[in-house]
T-cell receptor
Framework: ETGVTQTPRHLVMGMTNKKSLKCEQHLGHNAMYWYKQSAKKPLELMFV???????ENNSVPSRFSPECPNSSHLFLHLHTLQPEDSALYLCASSQDYPGTGAGRTQYFGPGTRLTVL | GENVEQHPSTLSVQEGDSAVIKCTYS??????FPWYKQELGKGPQLIID?????GEKKDQRIAVTLNKTAKHFSLHITETQPEDSAVYFCAASQGAGSYQLTFGKGTKLSVIP
C-alpha cells in the first residue's frame, strides 16, 4: 500500500483553477501510469511513462498535462477542467513497460478524489 | 482493441460460501489476466494473475481459471470472510502490440456474516 503514494487525497477545484496531482513510487520501478476511475465505468488508462518518456497517450484532452521528471515521480497538471472530469485519479507503477512476467504487474496508489465545481 | 466484460456487477454471499466472478475478453492475442481487489478509499491491489500458458492458478482461498478457447477467465473465492467484501476487477493485456491493461467494470462482493 505504501509503495505508491498520491497527494492530495482529495481535491475540489473550480473550472478555471489550475492544480496538480502528485504521485511517487518507492518500488524502484521504471514505468508509471495515470488512470481515471469513474462510477460504473472501467478504469481508463490516460498516460504511460517508461523511463521518463511518455509511451502511451489515450486521446486524453489537453486540459490534462502529465509530467514525469524522474522515474520515481509523476505529476498530472490540471487546468480548465469540466464537471465531467470529476473522478478518482489513480497512479500506478510497474517494473517495466511493457515488461514480461512479474515485471508487468501494476501497483496502484490510493488515488486522488477530484471534484470539479 | 480489447474489450473485457465482467459479471455479475454485484454479488452477495453468506460467510463461508464460495464466490465466483466471470470475465470474457475479445482479443485472442491477450495473454496476461490479473485480478484486482479494491477496498473503500483505497487503490486496486493485485490479488492473483494468470498467464495464457497456464489453465489454473491457486493461492490459498483464491483461484483463477482460464479458458483460452472460449476466451473467458474466472475468479473463485472459497470460504468467504467479511474482509473479502470489496470491488473486484478483472483485466486483460496483450503480449505484443498494445500492452495496456483493459479492465472490466468491476464486481461489488458483499460477504454477509
Amino acid at each position: 500500500e505504501t509503495g505508491v503514494t498520491q497527494t492530495p487525497r482529495h481535491l475540489v477545484m473550480g473550472m478555471t483553477n489550475k492544480k496538480s496531482l502528485k504521485c511517487e513510487q518507492h518500488l524502484g520501478h521504471n514505468a508509471m501510469y495515470w488512470y481515471k476511475q469513474s462510477a460504473k465505468k472501467p478504469l481508463e488508462l490516460m498516460f504511460v511513462y517508461s523511463l521518463e518518456e511518455r509511451v502511451e497517450n489515450n486521446s486524453v484532452p489537453s486540459r490534462f498535462s502529465p509530467e514525469c521528471p524522474n522515474s520515481s515521480h509523476l505529476f498530472l497538471h490540471l487546468h480548465t477542467l469540466q464537471p465531467e472530469d470529476s473522478a478518482l485519479y489513480l497512479c500506478a507503477s510497474s517494473q517495466d513497460y511493457p515488461g514480461t512476467g512479474a515485471g508487468r504487474t501494476q501497483y496502484f496508489g490510493p488515488g486522488t478524489r477530484l471534484t470539479v465545481l | 482493441g480489447e474489450n473485457v466484460e465482467q459479471h455479475p456487477s454485484t454479488l452477495s454471499v453468506q460467510e463461508g460460501d464460495s464466490a465466483v466472478i466471470k470475465c470474457t475478453y475479445s482479443d485472442s492475442a491477450s495473454n496476461y489476466f490479473p485480478w484486482y481487489k479494491q477496498e473503500l478509499g483505497k487503490g486496486p491491489q493485485l490479488i492473483i494473475d494468470i498467464r495464457s500458458n497456464v489453465g489454473e492458478k491457486k493461492d490459498q482461498r483464491i483461484a483463477v481459471t482460464l479458458n483460452k478457447t472460449a476466451k473467458h477467465f474466472s475468479l473463485h473465492i472459497t470460504e468467504t470472510q467479511p474482509e473479502d467484501s470489496a470491488v473486484y476487477f478483472c483485466a486483460a493485456s496483450q503480449g505484443a502490440g498494445s500492452y495496456q491493461l483493459t479492465f472490466g467494470k468491476g464486481t461489488k462482493l458483499s460477504v454477509i456474516p
